[in-house]
């Protein structure tokens, strides 16, 4: 036991306040140590450099396999939810990926308990027990996450060109796994995957290929300790990195162009180039380089000129990562109905600006100009969650020297034209590979993907295109970008000993605008945010209103791309966004050049005009949008459907996609002034910023609207946000729906529990934080319901409830049977808990609530959110965390008897059920009665026969609605005097 290395000699930010540490632990484990005594959150994350494509040819998946088995029990710690139990019970969390050649595994949790949970997480790298029970359940989870998976684009796109590529590389296995390869096969050619499992750990998961990033509020020295006794045992079999020196793309992949149908009808055109693997060269970046000038969305850009042809809408270029030995280099665009037809004249014109670079030559002035954006972007970077921070680290310290881990990825130091052009050369008709994607392809495919049933067709590039492309030249509208006007120079921080106030305060009221301010003394970086709401009644007045202001938010988006685009490289950005409320309006970024981006911002909107043929074309994608609603996971349709259900108003994908028909230019030009003739303006202004300037750049948006747009003040009375229908005591009611894409159904099974108020809301959360683990144990892990079981909060329009969302291969029935009964167990657990247990709960949740945001912008995210319910809470987390720790295990499961208890006096149950109706799929009737898990988990007694609702205006006909919430800061609508 001991150390080989120990760095302390960090490269770091200046701004980093952290303790770091390296070591090379005496088995070649490479280890970062992280101390930071004011961390809320102690994290840790183990990348082992081994993935999916080490699997076994007759095993496909084991790597991910290995990855879901590795949670279920160790040696030391054999119960197989002894981890996630002991992280749920202390504020915790996990989770795991796996890539090509990395599997990442990583935590977090309370520091009090960081050693007890490091602990159990490294005994998974030690002695896991991979028991055989363990391995006939997980299987079916591994093919639930896959059954998920099939009727996504993003996965079925991956494994296509997975499948295309050179079929002897390890690069075109099937990573996932399903059941066939991980059972059913197996057992018929007499293969036991349980001792495959043990040999794939027992020859990859070894010390040296590991790295590890620990953080944690201890010393260094203390962390050292720990990590030595108990990661010091993690054998080293002296395993070497696998290392692809040979591409999947070889010549017989390329020149080709393969034609595609999606599930979703979606238009895109993707382009594809084998290069090197590119991580030796981070110090001269010449991917970034080139992914800088061909990303570029700025005037005189490839995306420009090709929206300015009407092909594409948005265009995305760069090296994308292989796995060690080798990479890409992509160019994809969003196609237009127009663009389809114009592929081959896409991939001219990106050859064109191919030979633009290769003639101009590699110019230091932008390797400069990139070289500055991310030291500064080092300089100045937010502070990471812990478990997202040491989850990164722990893959890059296979990547870079110990001491540049922390600034490889951005500390660009070395210009090498030579290296710039080597990666053009690669770039070259010959070397090209295309995919087309898009329903009209329907009749031209001919071949089907062998794992997740993709249409398809491949077909070599003609010699005569081919040389088209070779001889493309030049084109006189693309040229290589300006020097970038919004680089910050100004990083001066700004403080006011008078402005003590530690949240945000009201600094002018008027009719028409309320504008909320709070200087940054907690961050401490040249940063600012600016949210801006632009109430309106007429946003969600009726369908119609509903899609012209979101084709307006569209449009002004697109017609600002090249405008913004520069300050957004230089980390200024902005997203404009329509609501059931209207356009909210968000500017973050360095507070030197923030004015000048809102004040732009501002004046487009003023003067915006319709552009007819991006109206058109956008308007085009806005209605595939809605009509790809079906294909969204029935998850994500049930969370839809229980809101439809319970808001005071809700439009349905149909009645929008209806709307549709009634949008021309003309009715979205004249809809313009008449949004913006009525505003009511609601204004947070946090950061690096005076209070002076906060209110000027507040006087000048309002400017703005009243002098260009001629806005006038609402009033008082129009200001009314949506309600939540109040569900009848004892009531039981059930919505179905059907989808024909998924193979899944799903069910929510939701608890009304009445309107957001302290003391509900700790009872509430303190249910579900007792819930939530058992649920995923129970529903998930031993009866294996599904991939996708969720147990938490839902809360709309000032109201909240208990809600439990499954997902899986069994009919909504069997499911919604399943969550009753572990509820109805769950009031007997409740009884036999500990006091002790109790506690443990009730300070993980504190712990949790109490942790603060580690970035500027998200705590101005939760302030935003108390302006915009109109309850001003923005103490609330220590405000609820003071009530939550007088709260007793007797108030709880009075709580539980009151709205969750099947014979609950006030039980208040909405059951969204979406029944598959794909063939195969899990509407199928014998899906229902399947033998019930012989688990002790009983049914309650006999529960009241659900209501069924078949038409949602009538059933919210009979319902009343639960008042507005009450701001916790009076906030008068009359007009007061400004505080300046």
Not at 892 to 909: D, E, G, L, P, W
Request: with cysteine; aromatic share 10%; net charge negative.
């Amino acid at each position: 036991m001991g150390v080989k290395v120990q760095m302390d000699a960090i490269i770091k930010s200046e701004e980093d306040q952290r303790q770091y540490r390296a070591l090379v632990l005496n088995n070649d484990l490479k280890v970062l140590l992280i101390s930071d005594p004011a961390t809320d959150k102690s994290a840790a994350a183990l990348d082992v450099h081994v993935g999916s494509m080490s699997d076994p040819t007759e095993l496909p998946g084991l790597a991910h396999f290995c990855e879901h088995m590795l949670f279920m029990g160790t040696k030391k710690y054999p119960c197989e939810n002894e981890y996630n139990k002991y992280l749920s019970e202390h504020g915790g969390s996990s989770n795991a990926y796996t890539a090509a050649d990395h599997t990442n595994y990583y935590f977090d949790v309370a520091p009090d308990a960081f050693s007890g949970a490091l602990d159990r997480f490294a005994q998974f790298f030690v002695t896991p027990l991979f028991t055989e029970g363990g391995v006939d359940r997980e299987v079916n989870a591994v093919n639930s996450e896959h059954e998920k998976n099939i009727q996504n684009d993003y996965w079925r796109l991956a494994q296509l060109e997975k499948s295309t590529a050179d079929p002897t590389h390890d690069f075109s296995k099937f990573g996932t796994g399903n059941k066939d390869t991980l059972d059913i096969i197996p057992k018929e050619q007499g293969m036991n995957v349980r001792d495959a499992l043990l040999q794939f750990h027992d020859k990859w998961y070894s010390s040296n290929i590991m790295a590890l990033a620990v953080l944690g509020k201890e010393s260094l020295d203390e962390l050292e300790e720990m990590v030595l006794s108990l990661f010091s045992e993690v054998e080293n079999k002296s395993v070497s990195v696998p290392e692809w020196a040979r591409h999947p793309f070889g010549p017989e992949q390329c020149r080709k162009v393969g034609y595609v149908v999606p599930v979703k009808d979606i238009r895109n055109l993707y382009i594809t180039f084998p290069i090197p693997d590119l991580h030796p060269h981070y110090k001269t970046a010449p991917g970034h380089y080139l992914g800088h000038l061909i990303g570029h969305e700025g005037p005189g850009s490839l995306l420009s000129y090709l929206k300015g042809r009407g092909w594409v809408n948005s265009l995305v270029g760069g090296q994308k990562s292989g796995a060690k030995g080798f990479a890409f280099f992509v160019v994809n665009v969003d196609l237009t109905e127009e663009g389809i037809e114009h592929v081959e004249d896409i991939v001219t014109a990106v050859f064109q600006y191919l030979n633009l670079l290769k003639k101009e030559g590699p110019q230091q002035w932008v390797f400069d100009e990139c070289r500055d954006l991310s030291s500064m972007t080092f300089r100045f970077k937010d502070k990471e969650q812990p478990q997202s921070y040491t989850c990164g680290l722990a893959e890059q310290l296979h990547y870079y020297p110990l001491d540049e881990v922390l600034c490889g990825g951005y500390l660009l130091s070395e210009f090498k034209p030579e290296l710039i052009n080597m990666v053009l050369e690669h770039l070259t008709p010959e070397s090209i590979r295309i995919a087309v994607v898009g329903k009209a392809l329907e009749e031209k495919v001919t071949c089907t993907e062998k794992w997740y049933g993709t249409c398809y067709k491949m077909e070599c590039v003609e010699e005569e295109l081919l040389q088209r492309w070779r001889d493309a030249g030049y084109n006189d509208l693309l040229q290589l970008p300006s020097r970038n006007e919004f680089v910050p120079t100004n990083f001066d921080l700004y403080s006011d000993p008078q402005e003590s106030n530690r949240l945000p305060e009201m600094i002018s009221q008027t009719p028409f605008a309320r504008v909320w301010f709070k200087q940054d003394d907690e961050y401490k970086l040249p940063k600012a945010v600016v949210y801006t709401e632009l109430f309106s009644p007429v946003a969600y007045l009726d369908p119609h209103h509903t899609n012209q202001l979101h084709i307006f938010a569209q449009l002004f988006r697109d017609a600002l791309t090249e405008y913004t685009y520069a300050a957004d490289l230089a980390g200024l950005t902005y997203s404009l966004s329509n609501s059931k409320y209207g356009l909210t309006l968000l500017v973050k970024g360095y507070n030197d050049k923030l004015h000048v981006l809102l004040e732009k911002i501002m004046e487009r909107m003023t003067s915006f005009t319709v552009d007819p043929k991006r109206f058109e074309i956008l308007k085009d994608a806005y209605v595939r949008g809605l009509r790809n609603f079906n294909a969204d996971q029935p998850h994500q349709h049930v969370v839809h459907y229980t809101s439809l259900l319970l808001a005071e108003h809700g439009w349905t994908k149909e009645e929008l996609l209806e709307a549709t028909n009634e949008m021309t230019v003309e009715t979205v030009e004249a809809f313009i002034p008449r949004f913006l003739s009525g505003l009511h303006v609601e204004m947070l202004i946090h950061g690096n910023m005076r209070r002076e300037s906060a209110a000027t750049l507040a006087t000048t948006l309002q400017d703005q609207l009243t002098s260009r747009a001629h806005t006038r003040p609402l009033l008082p009375s129009q200001l009314v946000r949506q309600r939540e229908y109040q569900l009848r005591d004892g009531s039981s009611q059930m919505y179905r729906a059907e989808n024909s894409v998924h193979k899944s159904s799903a069910v929510e099974t939701y608890f009304q529990c009445g309107m957001q108020e302290t003391h509900n809301n700790m009872l509430l959360e303190l249910l579900c934080q007792i819930f939530a683990e058992p649920a995923f144990d129970e529903l998930r892990t031993k009866e294996q319901l599904g991939y996708i079981v969720w147990c938490g909060i839902r809360r709309a329009n000032g109201t909240q409830g208990l809600r439990i969302i499954v997902q899986g291969d069994r009919h909504p029935e069997y499911l919604t049977s399943r969550i009753e009964a572990f509820l109805y167990k769950m009031g007997d657990n409740l009884e036999k808990l500990p006091e002790e247990d109790f506690v443990r709960h009730r300070e993980a949740l504190a712990s949790r609530r109490l942790e603060r945001p580690k970035k500027l912008s998200h705590l101005t995210g939760n302030w935003w959110a108390e302006i915009t319910s109109n309850q001003y809470n923005f103490d609330r987390d220590a405000l609820e965390v003071a009530h939550l720790r007088t709260l007793t295990k007797d108030d709880v499961i009075n709580f539980y008897k009151q709205f969750v208890n099947s014979t609950a006096s006030q039980r208040k149950k909405l059951c969204v059920q979406v029944i598959s109706t794909a063939p195969g799929g899990a509407g199928h009737p014998d899906t229902v009665n399947r033998t019930e898990p012989d688990d002790g988990l009983s049914l309650p007694p006999p529960l009241r026969e659900p209501e069924v609702i078949t038409d949602i205006p009538e059933f919210k006909q009979g319902l009343a609605l639960y008042p507005l919430m009450r701001p916790l800061i009076p906030v008068s609508t009359k007009p007061s005097k400004s505080k300046l």
